[in-house]
C-alpha cells in the first residue's frame, strides 16, 4: 500500500484515509496476501527518489515499480496495475476552490488512472455518478464507503460551555468563511479544528477559536463538548467528520452537497450551498433543539465501519 500521504505537509482527510485503512487493512488479510507499505520515507519500503520527482516519474509512467498489487488511497499511484482511491471530483465540479496547479495536476492523474488503473475506488455513489459524467471512465469503479472511528473522552474543559463546531483543511472549499459570519450573527463560539491550506482563508474573529492540527484524544474531547458541528462546504467526496460527529452524539448541520446528502442519509440538518441564510437559520435551529437528530446520527454513523472499508478494498484486489 502507497502511504505516501501521510508524509505530506498538510495531510488532510485523505491523510485520516491512509492511516485508516492502512490499519483495517492489516487487520483483514486474506491467506496469502501480506500488507507492505511504500512511501519516500516512513515506509517497510522506502523509495529513495524526492517526492517531487516521484510525482514527475509516475506522471510519466515511469519507475520506480511497486509490484503487481498496489493499493493507492490518493491519485499518486504508480500505473498501470494499482486499484486507485479518487476520493472526489472537485478539480471538475469547483476548480475555483483549488489552485490552478492543483486543478491541473488532479484532472491529469484522475483521467490517466480512469483508463490505466486495474480499477478505481471511490467513496459514494454520488462521485461514481460525477466521476462518469467528468471523464472516460475505462476501469471498473468500485463504491466502498469510507468508515468511521468513534472518538470517546470527556469534553474538553478549556473552550465554551457551548460551540458550533468545524473540521477540516481551512481552504476555500469548505466554508468556512461563511461559517464564521453565520456565527457571528448567532452570537455563538466557533471552534474550528484543521490545518491552514492554501488560499489565504482568514478565519480569526473574537468568537473563534482556532485549534489547528490535534490529536485523536483532543479531537475527541472538542467534539464531546459541541453543540453542534458544521459542514457547508461547497464540494465533498465523502465528509468523515459528519459520520465523526455523529458517532460521538453531536447533531451536524451539513451543506447540500451530494456526497454528504448521501452519507448523512437524513440524519443531519441540510442547508444550502453558500447562503448565509440558510446556513445561519439551519445552524439556528439545531441550538435550540440540539438532541432532535442525535439518535438518527448515531444509528447511521453505525453503518460505516474502517472494517467493511478494508473488505471492499481487498474485493478489488482479489
Not at 502511504?3 to 484515509?17: C, D, F, I
Not at 491529469?108 to 486495474?118: D, M, S
Not at 459542514?231 to 456526497?259: K, Q, R, T
Amino acid at each position: 500500500m502507497l502511504t505516501e500521504q501521510l508524509n505530506a505537509p498538510v495531510p488532510g482527510g485523505t491523510g485520516r484515509y491512509t492511516a485508516e485503512l492502512l490499519k483495517a487493512l492489516g487487520e483483514r488479510v486474506p491467506d496469502g496476501w501480506s500488507v507492505v507499505t511504500a512511501a519516500t520515507s516512513r515506509a517497510d519500503r522506502v523509495i529513495r527518489v524526492p517526492r517531487r520527482a516521484l510525482v514527475a516519474l509516475w506522471e510519466r509512467g515511469l519507475p520506480p515499480k511497486l509490484g503487481p498489487h498496489v493499493h493507492a488511497p490518493t491519485p499518486l499511484a504508480p500505473l498501470p496495475g494499482a486499484v486507485v482511491t479518487v476520493h472526489d471530483v472537485v478539480p471538475w465540479t469547483h476548480p475555483e476552490t483549488l489552485t490552478p496547479r492543483g486543478v491541473a495536476w488532479h484532472r491529469k492523474v484522475i483521467a490517466r488512472a480512469a483508463r490505466e488503473a486495474r480499477a478505481l475506488v471511490v467513496p459514494t455513489h454520488a462521485v461514481a455518478s460525477q466521476l462518469a459524467a467528468c471523464v472516460r471512465v475505462e476501469v471498473p469503479v468500485h463504491v466502498v464507503p469510507n468508515g468511521v472511528t468513534r472518538l470517546v473522552a470527556p469534553p474538553a474543559d478549556d473552550l465554551p460551555s457551548s460551540y458550533v463546531l468545524a473540521i477540516g483543511t481551512v481552504e476555500p472549499r469548505k466554508g468556512f468563511g461563511m461559517l464564521v459570519r453565520a456565527t457571528e450573527r448567532l452570537r455563538v463560539p466557533l471552534v474550528v479544528i484543521g490545518q491552514q491550506g492554501w488560499g489565504d482563508v482568514d478565519l480569526r474573529a473574537p468568537h473563534v477559536t482556532l485549534l489547528g492540527k490535534v490529536s485523536d484524544q483532543r479531537l475527541a474531547s472538542v467534539l464531546a463538548g459541541a453543540t453542534v458541528l458544521a459542514a457547508p462546504s461547497l464540494a465533498e467526496g465523502f465528509g468523515l467528520p459528519v459520520l465523526e460527529a455523529m458517532a460521538a452524539g453531536v447533531p451536524v448541520v451539513h451543506s447540500d452537497d451530494p456526497a454528504l446528502v448521501e452519507v448523512a442519509g437524513g440524519a443531519g440538518t441540510i442547508v444550502r450551498r453558500g447562503d448565509l441564510a440558510s446556513l445561519t437559520e439551519g445552524l439556528r435551529a439545531v441550538l435550540a433543539d440540539p438532541r432532535h437528530t442525535v439518535e438518527a446520527g448515531i444509528t447511521r454513523a453505525s453503518e460505516f465501519t474502517w472494517g467493511k472499508t478494508a473488505q471492499g478494498v481487498w474485493d478489488t484486489h482479489a
